[in-house]
């Protein structure tokens, strides 16, 4: 049998003598000492250390600034929790054209900038459009960090590039954009790192998919890494580390539903550019060693790229790394277009096993003939789903059709790496018999960090949407309407002094209405999105329905000038994360974290059973917990709550929407939504109340990763107890741990039939 991870890569471990092996090309690199290694914190500490433990040096009073031209450094207004301190925190802020002057030796360079779009010199953060160019190549046009970033569910970016430098200096321009009146340009970090040429063709062309032409990539290519999957952290290795060939996804056992199947995965990507795919190989399992064993095909954008891959044959030996590089074309059409990767048993050799395998894959955008590689700021799109992959299984369903895919969309990282920003959403699922793919997007990320960088999922609007759906009547009597002009009195016309925060929807501020009379919170739509409209409408009707003391109560709501904005009671104590974790906000006693499981059991219990139809919200997290100024915990954001099954039926079928780590497992395999599925994410909840860390932490060891498999673990051998937040040690009577422990434990059950209900968790 197939030695499976918690994640779904089959993990054998190779013999060390295996890797003597490499290709010449990949050992060069391997050994590859770079000859530049310019790390920059813009504006910030002569030099400071990032939780990888690099340390960055200021660009203050460096040689590298361009003389005579104006700049200012700042540091960030706000710091989302998921943002380290370095690079993040300071920046470098630019009126007019900045150009750093970087001196280099000639050769191909990583080029790594760094963003965080908070306010900066209290400017608006909205206001950050501007071009980088790097030479004579353009590496970003009126680009946006705050509108990539709200896109893309990130809290911040990094975009990498491969250039070669002919000259002595590699010079960095920043362009404020002439389109936006107030635009700015900003950087929070510069990275250069020369590199060895280990993506240049290695027979000098590479042939175009579905195409006889060929394509060079040489000296005059700049590329940019847009998706790079399964890799692990802090390897030097510059070809691939060995890790990444040390895991791999491949399709099952079962030959009959192998052909059934393609193993797919569906990429974002921008029109009109060229794209390198590099696929990574290397046959890992014990009982494939010769060739005709494993054999499929390989297709990109639905063409052939190449058929009849046999691994072995292209390596020579079982545990051989190899990869092999595909040039593929995006037409011209809409701004962006998804870019397919299957995968699909080849029969007519009669292989031993009908099945293929895939240990990585690097797409990396290629420089049009201008020397462009910008594209535009991404378009928000509809709310992608948070997937937990460390808990979905296959479900092996029969196709009806041989052309039915397995949808595996996310990235393959090592053992349980997972970047949620630049982050990477696994799901692990056969289509089943009903038709129904379970998919998420892949986000861009270096090899070797980019972990935990993302924002909890939620969609947005845009003017366009938002004025077509006016005047449909469908919040009309249901809650108090304002104007627009209004929500700016209530706001001090959005004062970025008072953001309280910003999430999927947009940002939240505080505000006073009745003449300053009462307080509330009041969250603006992304004018720039273009979704959001249901979850705004979602939100006004289920509040309007319910009215409970845990449950966070909706005041009005704003549909005009183009604006969608909901008004809400304002919690003085925020969210229930803002307590936990992360944060310099002192640590809740135990008894109150009890209070507020109670509190937010009781909301979620009075959803499941005390309004008129059953509500499930469908996204309970600390970030969705809010406490008032008595500390009362109160349920918020049902953006996505659905209405729950009729008396005749025992769950409601409907794609997976959710946030990272809290889904209902059984929800992602099944698609199908019960009062079950809340308690599964509550359960989730009472683990990181009594931990205090998040629910994904890729900073420690691998196994210990995932809250809730970490504490699953540790019940059974016997030392959850150890795992609590040190604050909490010895303060927890025995009894009173023991139960919360079993009932966290019976939320967290794999399958719905197995956890309690929320009155029986109350």
Not at 13 to 21: E, S, V
Not at 80 to 106: E, G, L, Q
Not at 177 to 199: L, Q
Not at 223 to 237: D, K
Request: aromatic fraction near 10%.
């Amino acid at each position: 049998m197939r030695n499976t991870n918690k994640l779904g890569f089959v993990s054998i471990p190779i013999p060390i003598i295996l890797y003597l092996a490499f290709t010449i090309h990949a050992t060069l690199a391997a050994n590859y000492v770079p000859t530049v290694k310019i790390v920059l914190s813009c504006g910030g500490p002569p030099t400071s250390t990032d939780t990888d433990g690099r340390q960055w040096n200021t660009d203050i009073g460096s040689k590298y600034l361009s003389a005579n031209v104006k700049s200012i450094t700042s540091q960030a207004a706000t710091q989302d929790p998921s943002v380290p301190s370095v690079p993040y925190m300071s920046a470098r802020v630019f009126p007019s054209t900045f150009t750093y002057s970087i001196p280099v030796v000639a050769g191909r360079k990583f080029v790594r900038l760094y963003f965080y779009p908070a306010s900066y010199a209290s400017l608006n953060g909205s206001d950050g459009v501007f071009s980088v160019t790097a030479g004579s190549y353009t590496l970003l046009n009126n680009f946006s960090a705050a509108q990539t970033t709200e896109a893309l569910n990130f809290a911040f970016l990094v975009k990498e590039y491969s250039i070669n430098v002919e000259g002595a200096t590699l010079d960095i321009s920043f362009v404020p954009s002439a389109k936006a009146p107030r635009a700015y340009a900003f950087v929070n970090g510069i990275e250069i790192v020369s590199m060895p040429d280990i993506y240049g063709s290695t027979d000098g062309t590479l042939r175009i998919v579905g195409q006889g032409a060929s394509f060079t990539i040489d000296n005059t290519t700049a590329l940019e890494n847009v998706y790079r999957l399964n890799y692990p952290a802090s390897m030097p290795t510059y070809v691939a580390p060995r890790d990444v060939y040390a895991t791999a996804r491949s399709m099952g056992p079962d030959p009959n539903i192998n052909l059934a199947y393609n193993l797919t995965w569906i990429f974002t990507v921008d029109s009109g550019f060229s794209y390198l795919v590099r696929l990574h190989f290397c046959e890992i399992e014990a009982n494939i060693t010769r060739i005709n064993q494993r054999v499929f095909d390989v297709f990109l954008f639905n063409q052939t790229a190449e058929p009849r891959v046999d691994v072995i044959s292209k390596a020579g030996l079982a545990g051989i790394p190899v990869y092999k590089d595909y040039l593929v074309l995006a037409p011209d059409g809409s701004p962006q277009q998804d870019l397919s990767l299957a995968l699909h048993p080849y029969t007519s050799s009669h292989p031993m096993y009908y099945d293929a395998i895939l240990n990585g894959v690097e797409i990396f955008k290629v420089n049009d003939t201008n020397g462009n590689l910008a594209g535009p700021n991404p378009i928000l799109a509809p709310k992608q789903d948070l997937i937990d992959p460390t808990r979905t299984r296959p479900s092996f369903g029969h196709g009806k059709r041989k052309n039915q895919k397995a949808i595996i969309i996310g990235v393959v990282t090592s053992g349980i790496v997972l970047a949620f920003v630049i982050g990477f959403f696994v799901v692990a699922s056969y289509r089943c018999q009903h038709g129904k793919d379970l998919s998420a997007r892949e986000v861009p990320s270096r090899w070797h960090q980019e972990h935990g960088h993302g924002k909890d999922s939620s969609a947005r609007g845009v003017p366009s949407r938002w004025h077509q759906e006016q005047g449909r009547g469908f919040t009309k009597k249901l809650c108090q309407r304002f104007s627009f002009a209004e929500i700016k009195v209530a706001t001090k016309d959005f004062d970025e002094a008072l953001l309280l925060g910003f999430g999927g929807f947009g940002k939240v501020y505080k505000g006073e209405i009745n003449g300053g009379a009462t307080k509330v919170a009041i969250k603006r739509g992304n004018p720039l999105s273009d979704q959001g409209v249901h979850e705004f409408q979602t939100e006004i009707e289920m509040l309007s329905k319910v009215r409970h003391h845990h449950v966070v109560s909706l005041i009005g709501y704003c549909e005009d000038s183009c604006e969608i904005i909901l008004v809400y009671d304002y919690m003085s104590h925020g969210t229930l994360r803002e307590h936990l974790y992360n944060t310099q906000k002192p640590p809740l006693p135990w008894k109150q974290r009890l209070e507020i499981c109670i509190g937010a059991a009781r909301g979620l219990h009075y959803l499941h059973t005390g309004a008129k139809h059953t509500i499930i919200h469908r996204d309970a997290k600390t970030t969705n917990i809010l406490l008032d100024e008595k500390w009362v915990a109160k349920v918020s954001d049902f953006g996505l709550s659905k209405i729950g099954p009729t008396l005749d039926k025992t769950h409601v079928t409907t794609v997976v929407r959710g946030s990272y780590g809290y889904l209902d497992p059984e929800y992602i395999l099944l698609q199908q939504l019960t009062e079950k599925s809340d308690v599964y994410s509550f359960g989730v909840v009472l683990f990181e109340i009594l931990c205090a860390r998040p629910v994904m932490d890729t900073s420690l060891p691998e196994e210990q990763v995932s809250l809730v498999e970490w504490v699953v673990h540790c019940q059974k051998i016997g030392i959850l107890d150890q795992m609590t937040d040190p604050y909490l040690k010895g303060k927890i009577a025995p009894e009173c741990f023991k139960q919360y422990a079993v009932t966290a434990m019976k939320c967290v059950a794999d399958q719905g039939r197995d956890r309690p209900s929320m009155a029986e968790v109350l």
